[in-house]
């Protein structure tokens, strides 16, 4: 069964398929540290690629595109 997290508008993702499409350095910086859940890892990383790039994350929208 796949690992879903919610991201801020209320849309389930597959936790696994989110991580494929992070920005590598991005997802390694943030690995380094410790999180208590998925759910936590994704909503940082989301903070973390707006900070980034300048933009929300795809996978962070209401109406996400994969």
Do not use: C
Not at 8 to 25: C, E, P, R, S, T
Not at 59 to 64: R, V, Y
Request: hydrophobic share 45%; net charge negative.
């Amino acid at each position: 069964m796949a690992n879903i997290v919610i991201n801020k508008h209320g849309v389930k993702i597959d936790y696994d398929a989110a991580v494929n499409l992070m920005d590598d350095d991005i997802r390694e910086q943030l690995a380094r540290q410790t999180w208590s859940s998925d759910q936590d890892f994704f909503e940082a990383y989301a903070i973390a690629h707006k900070r980034v790039f300048g933009d929300e994350w795809e996978l962070a929208k209401s109406n996400p595109v994969w």
